[in-house]
T-cell receptor
Framework: GDSVTQMEGPVTLSEEAFLTINCTYT??????LFWYVQYPGEGLQLLLK?????DKGSNKGFEATYRKETTSFHLEKGSVQVSDSAVYFC???????????FGPGTRLSVLP | DSGVTQTPKHLITATGQRVTLRCSPR?????VYWYQQSLDQGLQFLIQ???????AKGNILERFSAQQFPDLHSELNLSSLELGDSALYFC????????????FGSGTRLTVV
């Protein structure tokens, strides 16, 4: 079945450092890819998405590019802030936005 | 506010008891999904309902059940509770018209003592 693999956390960075969280997937067909973020004590929020190969999703300074050839959707941010401390989930769905599969999540801690 | 409302936010109950968690989806969304998030098992899909009908089942225990009502709100019933059922339970909704992703509620934290 479909699956999502994320880099193990926790990831600890200093403020203004560059962030990469790796995500790779296994899926039949052409899934849509997502990054969700969960801040402490809250539910998951959609951060960005990409629906086809070579699409780039971006939001709040975060970016991820749908790479079909490497089945990857790595999350990047050029300069992280303390407020970015959260758990980040990579996910995929079918083209109808259904049958979501979530990765295990990666906890990010940004130190001032 | 995401538009998905979950109640209660916190629940503490004893082993062996039964509880009901409630979810009101975002206006216009027909699909409701339930997830369990525990520290050691990440985000586990439990069950999906679409317009009142069960559509998909994940790792849902037989002690757990759910339903979606005509007004589209959903309830997750957890019975014969065990200490290991302590977790965050999330509801999400979607409109099934495209890959826009789910909208999650803020969750119910269940503590079984």
């Amino acid at each position: 079945g479909d699956s999502v693999t994320q880099m193990e956390g926790p990831v600890t960075l200093s403020e203004e450092a560059f962030l990469t969280i790796n995500c790779t997937y296994t899926a039949t067909g052409y899934p849509s890819l997502f990054w969700y973020v969960q801040y402490p004590g809250e539910g998951l929020q959609l951060l960005l998405k990409a629906t086809k190969a070579d699409d780039k999703g971006s939001n709040k300074g975060f970016e991820a590019t749908y790479r079909k050839e490497t089945t990857s959707f790595h999350l990047e941010k050029g300069s992280v802030q303390v407020s970015d401390s959260a758990v980040y989930f990579c996910a995929l769905s079918d083209n109808y936005g259904q049958n979501f599969v979530f990765g295990p999540g990666t906890r990010l801690s940004v130190l001032p | 506010d995401s538009g998905v409302t979950q109640t209660p936010k916190h629940l503490i109950t004893a082993t062996g008891q039964r509880v009901t968690l409630r979810c009101s989806p975002r206006s216009g969304d027909l699909s409701v999904y339930w997830y369990q998030q525990s520290l050691d098992q990440g985000l586990q899909f439990l069950i999906q309902y679409y317009n009142g009908e069960e559509r998909a089942k994940g790792n849902i225990l037989e002690r757990f059940s759910a339903q979606q009502f005509p007004d589209l709100h959903s309830e997750l019933n957890l019975s014969s509770l065990e200490l290991g059922d302590s977790a965050l339970y999330f509801c999400a909704s979607s409109d099934r018209t495209g890959p826009i992703g789910y909208t999650f509620g803020s969750g119910t934290r269940l503590t079984v003592v």
